[in-house]
């Protein structure tokens, strides 16, 4: 099976930061894209940000400027810094892999447990 754990969500004033982690473990063979994505009560959840295993990155229009992805393919992590964040950031953020478990096996997609984020005004 693969885990993806997530790490570093919080509260934090408007105009502040903060830095998630996600790093996924267990039966890897291969990890594609990574990402992050989103769901605020009520809302749909919507993609963050995303980043292939060669580092191309892929942002919502919404956090274009702000956020940056990155990951390292050592540690199967990917990050999301967050910076200049808004009351409308808030929403449980989720980690997405697209991991390939064995060399003989298919592609799953696999989700982390969420990691609330909240910005006050």
């Known amino acids: 099976q693969v885990q993806l754990v997530e790490s570093g969500g919080g509260l934090v004033q408007a105009g502040g930061s903060l830095r998630l982690s996600c790093a996924a473990s267990?039966?890897?063979?291969?990890?594609?894209?990574m990402g992050w994505y989103r769901q605020a009560p009520g809302k749909q959840r919507e993609l963050v940000a995303n980043?292939?295993?060669?580092?191309?990155?892929n942002y919502a229009d919404s956090v274009k400027g702000r956020f940056t992805i990155s990951r390292d393919n050592a540690k199967n992590t990917v990050y999301l810094q967050m910076n200049s964040l808004k009351p409308e950031d808030t929403a449980v953020y989720y980690c997405n892999a697209e991991v390939q478990p064995y060399f003989y096996s298919g592609w799953n997609g696999y989700w982390g447990q969420g990691t609330q984020v909240t910005v006050s005004s």
């Open positions: 980043i292939t295993r060669g580092g191309t990155t």
């Open positions: 267990g039966s890897i063979w291969s990890i594609n894209a």
